[in-house]
């Protein structure tokens, strides 16, 4: 269509994705790449759009492009890879679980995990984002909430991580996906074999002993494989994307010093500071659905059975909607992102995914109010579902550190 190029395997693209983004607002709003064969769309309003029309763009052969064009069957009870009226039914069942009262519950339990991680950090001169809160406190909060033993989260969580990493250029193969399931219920199947004898105050017990109405009008019990669906969905993106956001909170508001000043000595800012890091930076920037007719966009028809990218990132920086985009600043009027989705599948965790950012940024500006990025020591990471970084090292301001950061906005 034009010469632009996007490519989701690309790791020098995903290092700023937002130029090539913008080109295809304005120049390919419906983009196609030959190589991959997906289509994209990267407007506000396609996105928004397409998000809710899930009878057109379906999620039922999964979320991700190489899962779709792999043809492995996605999980039953992964929500998100599941359409109305399967969708509802399950969301109805576990809605409870993410309910604002219980979710509202939790946050001394999410304050005490991130007082654990950063406590013996302080009077270091450096912590680092990911590696010592990103990828502890989300981890100790979806374990806590499942019932996973402490002393196991950490290589369930690990394994979660060594499934989703891509290799430059190369998507994942269907063998991957095949393993990568196989490998996470074998984790927790015990868990649920033992949750079936002797039932304990966590959601695995809720899910193996609850009752849903089926398609039908009868009523069961749900199936084990659609309890280890869920749980599978739930560890995962528990633990992925709000690391991927606390990492974000640190690059983001290193670069933006006076901000970072204003949280400091007001917190009352940091939940509009929160869903603008949500907007300005996606943890999760790209959905893909399965094309279930032909549909025409931007003069062009899309036939049935492609595969289209909806770019939830491009759309939160859309100038046709956003008012300068590619401006941080957390007095922006909030609600203006997808995020979190739209729609029927609008992200069941997102209040939780909201209050552990808040806890996390509230207790990293109470105990270290200035930083600066250790560039030299940074690493980025690669995978298909989020986009951030795998370490975020800082340290006080007045430290020496590397101060030419590499590309990526």
């Known amino acids: 269509m034009t010469g632009v190029y996007y490519d ?7 290092a700023d994705p937002y130029p090539i983004w913008k080109r295809m607002r304005d120049e390919c709003p419906l983009y196609y790449n030959e190589k991959y064969g997906f289509y994209a769309l990267s407007r506000f309003e396609d996105v928004e759009r397409c998000s809710k029309d899930w009878r057109r763009y379906s999620s039922a052969r999964g979320t991700v492009l190489e899962l779709i064009k792999s043809g492995v069957k996605p999980p039953p009870g992964a929500l998100i890879m599941d359409d109305p009226p399967v969708h509802d039914r399950l969301r109805a069942l576990v809605s409870g679980i993410f309910s604002p009262r219980r979710i509202a519950a939790l946050e001394p339990e999410v304050r005490a995990f991130c007082a654990r991680s950063l406590d013996p950090k ?5 912590f680092d984002f990911i590696a010592d809160l990103g990828a502890q406190m989300p981890m100790r909060t979806i374990g806590m909430l499942l019932g996973i033993p402490e002393e196991d989260q950490e290589a369930i969580r690990d394994l979660i991580d ?22 996470r219920s074998r984790v927790f199947a015990a868990y649920l074999e033992h949750r079936a004898q002797e039932p304990c105050d966590d959601v695995m017990s809720e899910l193996v002993h609850a009752e849903l109405e089926d398609v039908d009008g009868t009523r069961r019990r749900l199936r084990r494989e659609e309890v280890l669906g869920f749980v599978n969905l739930l ?41 603008e890091l949500l907007r300005y930076e996606s943890p999760s920037p790209v959905q893909a659905r399965y094309v279930t007719e032909d549909v025409e966009h931007h003069g062009h028809v899309v036939p049935r059975g492609s595969v289209m990218l909806l770019l939830t990132a491009s759309a939160n920086r859309d100038e046709r909607r956003i008012s300068d985009p590619d401006r941080f600043d957390i007095h922006r009027t909030a609600g203006q992102h997808v995020a979190f989705g739209y729609g029927v599948h609008f992200c069941l965790g997102a209040a939780l995914a909201r209050l552990e950012g808040r806890v996390a940024l509230a207790a990293v500006l109470k105990r270290f109010p200035e930083w600066e990025v250790d560039w030299q020591h940074a690493q980025r990471a690669h995978t298909s579902t989020v986009r951030g970084r795998e370490r975020l090292p ?16």
Do not use: C
């Not at 933006?256 to 940091?270: F, M, S, V």
């Open 8 to 14: 989701p395997y690309n790791f020098e693209i995903d």
């Open 394 to 409: 800082v340290r006080s301001v007045g430290v020496s550190v590397t101060r030419d950061p590499p590309r990526w906005s």
């Open 162 to 183: 060594g499934g989703l990493r891509l290799k430059q250029g190369e998507p994942p193969t269907p063998d991957m996906y095949r393993q990568l399931i196989a490998g």
């Open 235 to 275: 560890s995962s993106a528990g633990n992925e994307t709000t690391a991927r956001l606390i990492g974000w909170a640190g690059k983001v508001l290193a670069e933006h010093p006076d901000q970072r000043r204003e949280l400091a000595n007001d917190p009352g800012l940091i939940p509009r500071a929160i869903e």
């Open 122 to 126: 302080v009077g270091r001169g450096r």
